[in-house]
């Protein structure tokens, strides 16, 4: 069965400073992986997915298949990205969308 | 677009009681799911629906659980009878196919006591 873990519970960082929130996966097919951000009293929405490799709002994420792992980044941590980010995974044929525990970034000022 | 309805936003029972959760998701989406999402923790897939088959359900107690897709659209998910450990956000979303972007809705606020 397919799990995806994100071990930090709380990431806290100044402004201006590099923020990376971890993702590690374990699925023996070829998964999708996304990240999901819920900002406060808002729906859960979409972040970025990696098959897209874009980067959105700043953040970028990269599909480590020998590490299985999916860690989002961004050079530059901004007060609105304070918020709930949850990183998930689909299957092959899209079934099964699976997330982790979330980590809550706090951006300070 | 209208994004995924959910209703009602708050319930508060008594445990034993039952309680259902309706879902109404977006026009055209063919994939439904419902997510039990306890405090503290990340959304738990119970049940996925493509149209108004499932796809997987698992993780779902079927013993006190169950969920219908009417038509493959509106969904509406039942716990009967509820315990405590019950007590979670459920939330529904729903995508154009399990590959896209999965459109969430506020989600319903269920507490049992």
């Known amino acids: 069965a397919q799990r995806v873990t994100q071990p930090e519970k709380l990431l806290s960082v100044f402004k201006g400073a590099p923020v990376e929130l971890k993702c590690n996966y374990s699925?023996?097919?070829?998964?999708?992986l996304f990240w999901y951000v819920q900002y406060s009293r808002q729906r859960l929405q979409l972040l970025l997915r990696?098959?897209s490799r874009e980067s959105i709002k700043g953040f970028t994420a990269d599909l480590n298949k020998g590490e299985t792992s999916f860690h989002l980044k961004k050079p530059f941590a901004q007060e609105e990205d304070s918020a709930m980010y949850y990183c998930?995974?689909?299957?092959?044929?899209?079934?099964?969308?699976?997330f982790g525990g979330g980590t809550r970034l706090m951006v300070k000022p | 677009e209208a994004g995924v309805a959910q209703s009602p936003r708050y319930k508060i029972i008594e445990k034993r009681q039952s309680v259902a959760f309706w879902c109404n998701p977006i026009?055209?989406?063919?994939?439904l799911y419902w997510y039990q999402q306890i405090l503290g923790q990340g959304p738990k897939l119970l049940i996925q629906?493509?149209?108004?088959?499932?796809?997987?359900d698992s993780q779902l107690p079927k013993d006190r659980f169950s969920a219908e897709r009417l038509k493959g659209v509106d969904s509406t998910l039942k716990i009967q009878p509820a315990k405590l450990e019950d007590s979670a956000v459920y939330l529904c979303?729903?995508?154009?196919?399990?590959?896209?972007?999965?459109?969430f809705g506020q989600g319903t606020r269920l507490t049992v006591v």
């Open positions: 990696h098959i």
């Open positions: 699925y023996s097919g070829s998964p999708e």
């Open positions: 026009s055209g989406h063919a994939t």
């Open positions: 629906f493509q149209n108004n088959g499932v796809v997987d």
């Open positions: 979303a729903s995508s154009l196919t399990g590959w896209a972007e999965a459109f």
């Open positions: 998930a995974l689909a299957t092959r044929g899209g079934n099964m969308l699976t």
